[in-house]
C-alpha cells in the first residue's frame, strides 16, 4: 500500500505500521479507494507533529487518531451495503416463518406437558388447538415461500420489482 521510508525516525515508522494494521479493520473497497491517500495524509501529519513537539507530542496525536479512526470506522461499516436479492430475501423469510411458529408451538406444547405433570386440572383446549393451528399455518406459509423462491414465476416477479 505504502513504502515506509528509511530516513523516516523510529516512531513515525512504528507509527505507520500500527496505522496500516488499523486500517485493515476498514471495509475492502474503503481501503483500495482511500487507503493510500490516508496513509500519506497520516505519515505527513505524524512528521508535522513528532518535529514540532518530540515524543511527547506524539500521545495527543495518536488519541486524535484514534478517535477519528474509531468514527470513520463505525461510519463505513455502518453504510456497508448488505446485498440481498429479493429471492434471497424470500428465502430467508420463508426459513424464519418455518422454524419461528414450530418452535413457538413446541414451546408451547412443553409448557402444556410440563402442566399436566405438574397436575394442572383443567386445560382450556378451545383455546390452545385454535394456536396450534395457526402457528402450523405459519409454518405452512415459510415452507411454502421458501421453496418457492426458486420458481421462475417469482424470479419474473422478482426482475419487475428491481426495474
Known amino acids: 500500500m505504502f513504502k ?9 515508522t512504528t507509527s505507520l505500521f500500527c496505522y496500516h494494521l488499523l486500517l485493515r479493520f ?4 474503503f481501503r483500495n479507494e482511500y487507503g493510500y491517500q490516508m496513509v500519506q495524509v497520516f505519515r505527513d501529519c505524524c512528521l508535522s507533529t513528532y518535529r514540532r513537539s518530540g ?3 506524539m500521545l495527543p496525536f495518536w488519541a486524535h487518531t484514534l478517535f477519528d479512526w ?7 461499516r455502518s453504510n456497508q451495503e448488505t446485498e440481498m436479492s429479493g429471492n434471497k430475501l ?3 423469510s420463508g426459513w424464519g416463518l418455518m422454524v419461528g411458529p414450530l418452535a413457538a ?3 408451547f406444547l412443553g409448557i402444556i ?14 383455546m390452545i388447538l385454535p394456536m396450534l393451528f395457526a402457528l402450523l399455518g405459519l409454518s405452512l406459509i415459510g415452507f411454502l415461500l421458501q ?5 421462475p414465476a417469482l424470479t419474473k416477479v422478482n426482475k419487475v420489482e428491481q426495474l
Open 70 to 76: 474509531l468514527k470513520i470506522l463505525i461510519e463505513e
Open 147 to 151: 421453496s418457492d423462491a426458486t420458481t
Open 26 to 29: 476498514f471495509p475492502k473497497g
Open 105 to 107: 408451538g413446541g414451546w
Open 4 to 12: 515506509l521510508n528509511p530516513s523516516d525516525p523510529a516512531v513515525v
Open 113 to 126: 406437558g410440563l402442566g399436566l405433570a405438574l397436575g394442572w386440572q383443567e386445560i382450556p383446549y378451545f
Open 90 to 92: 424470500i428465502r430467508l
Open 55 to 57: 515524543l511527547k507530542g
